[in-house]
């Protein structure tokens, strides 16, 4: 089956600091993989995707790479922010039988000091 | 606002109540999906909708659970019987079919948290 694994909580980092989350997956298929961010008292709202191997998905200073060979989708960003402090979630959705249906890893709590 | 609702935001029930939750999707998509998400956890998928067909449930959706989505618009999550193991926050979203995003990007609610004592 599909299965997503990032890496644990949480993350604390001052302002300006590099971020790197890990993401790493195993599916039957061929995916597309996302990263979710969740704020607080929010629902999940989508930030960034990539359909395909080598893709790269960007978006409000965050990259990640859609690396097939390491079966990883690792997040970054070069520079956070205090208000960047959320829950990411790392999923993937399986395009075999037209469900789309995805899988979420458990989430990893970012928090940014000023 | 056009993005997906969801209500109501909070429900305390004891445990044997009959709780129903409601989703309203973004307007003309297609699909709608409803997932369970507990403390520490990532969602899990409970049941898909395209249009007003159900077409996939999970294990996780005993016959406790029902969910209908008359006439392909809004979706209704019942819990019949509540035990405590179901607290939780109850996620709806919905996808578009062939706008931007595509089927695969979700857009969702922002959740309606169960507590049944």
């Known amino acids: 089956g599909n299965s997503v694994t990032q890496m644990e909580g949480p993350v604390t980092l001052s302002e300006e600091a590099f971020l790197t989350i890990n993401c790493t997956y195993t599916a039957t298929g061929y995916p597309s993989l996302f990263w979710y961010v969740q704020y607080p008292g929010e629902g999940l709202q989508l930030l960034l995707k990539?359909?395909?191997?080598?893709d790269k998905g960007s978006n409000k200073g965050f990259e990640a790479t859609y690396r097939k060979e390491t079966t990883s989708f690792h997040l970054e960003k070069g520079s956070v922010q205090v208000s960047d402090s959320a829950v990411y979630f790392c999923a993937l959705s399986d395009r075999s039988g037209g469900s789309y249906i995805p899988t979420f890893g458990r989430g990893t709590s970012l928090i940014v000091h000023p | 606002d056009t993005g997906v609702s969801q209500d109501p935001r909070h429900k305390i029930t004891k445990r044997g109540q009959n709780v129903t939750f409601r989703c309203d999707p973004i307007s003309e998509h297609n699909r709608l999906y409803w997932y369970r998400q507990t403390l520490g956890q990532g969602p899990e998928f409970l049941t898909y909708?395209?249009?007003?067909?159900?077409?996939?449930k999970s294990r996780l959706l005993s016959d406790r659970f029902s969910a209908e989505r008359p006439k392909g618009s809004f979706s209704t999550l019942e819990i019949q019987r509540t035990e405590q193991g179901d607290s939780a926050m109850y996620l709806c979203a919905s996808s578009p079919q062939r706008l931007a995003g595509g089927p695969d990007t979700q857009y969702f609610g922002p959740g309606t948290r169960l507590t049944v004592l």
């Open positions: 990539a359909t395909k191997a080598d």
């Open positions: 909708f395209q249009n007003e067909a159900q077409l996939e």
